[in-house]
């Protein structure tokens, strides 16, 4: 919105700073921190008196949970979706596609983890909405984004998939396109939120996937970077700098109140959100087997996850002493800011690696 204050620039004002894409994350980024600051204590303090007994523990978890963990309440994702959708809406230009996109893939999975936060706590049951019922309304979700983007992408690049490190190579999905960024979007949703199971392990990774994959929309939103990087350049996908701006500021804010011990979780609210939305920056610029990379410690977690329940129904014997592989970890005795603050080196190591598919061409 603010990209309008252009029309009252004459080339040499203040006015013109309202052009440059880095200039507006920037007032996104600062926009949403602030946010996260003025509004969390209240949302905090409202979510204590309507959750009396904050989020429901599950009973299989680590026993330690039961007490460091009871009595905390959970949608916290709301001060993350309020300072993102608050600071987008503020800095990015409304004539975006791939902005609207990734906003309504943000919103409409954060509604889902909503309901399924909110059912938690009415009940005081750890169980919310069903799992096929999640996995249903998400991929219609996802379904949308993925078809968005595709209707906008150059003719050149639709349907098709880009492989990293090899320049210039594309592989025709065709009508497969759409379920594979489905797959891709709902994927990254419930990776992100089973990653989601201590104080602050989902968010920072999430802020450092965001920081890469907002580089790489910049990157191929710009003819004269994807030239000398030789990637495929998709216009348009720059805006989505201020969308992850915006996320990593909204991000800090919140991670304020949840580092350890947290006095909120975001819960499904935020998590399912927040993996909604780097999925769907991935379909947009065409970088979905990059965010593999950059987002490879929620691959793992996922897969921790797949692995353990494939191999205990085939077996009857656990891989891991327990899963997401974070607990693995907890059971082993491992202290929790200890687990926390490794998963984030890893997080980071990985979106680096990704970040270097740039250039390895």
Known sequence: MLYLLTEFSDGGDVFNLFRYITFRAGGAFFTALLFGFLFGPPI????????????????????????????????????????????????????????????????????????DDYLKVTRGDSRGVSFWWKMALGTVVAVVAAGWAAHHHPEALANQLALPVFKDTLINLGVLFIPFAVLVIVGSANAVNLTDGLDGLAIMPAMIAAGALGVIAYAVGRVDFTEYLDVHYVPGTGELLIFTAGLIGGGL???????????????????LALGGALGAIAVATKHELVFAIIGGLFVVEAMSVIIQTVHFKLTRRRVFLMAPIHHHFEKKGWAEPQIVIRFWIFALILALIGLATLKVR
């Open 253 to 271: 804010g919140f991670l304020w109140y949840n580092a350890p011990p947290a006095a909120v979780f975001m819960g499904d609210t935020g998590s």
């Open 44 to 115: 905090i303090r409202l979510l204590k008196r309507r959750q009396a007994n904050g989020q429901p523990i599950r009973r299989d978890g680590p026993e330690s949970h039961l007490r460091s963990k009871a009595g905390t309440p959970t949608m916290g994702g709301v001060i993350i979706l309020g300072a993102l959708i608050i600071s987008t809406l503020c800095w990015a230009r409304w004539d975006n596609p791939y902005v609207w996109m990734t906003l309504f893939a943000t919103v409409a999975f954060g509604l889902i983890g909503f309901a």
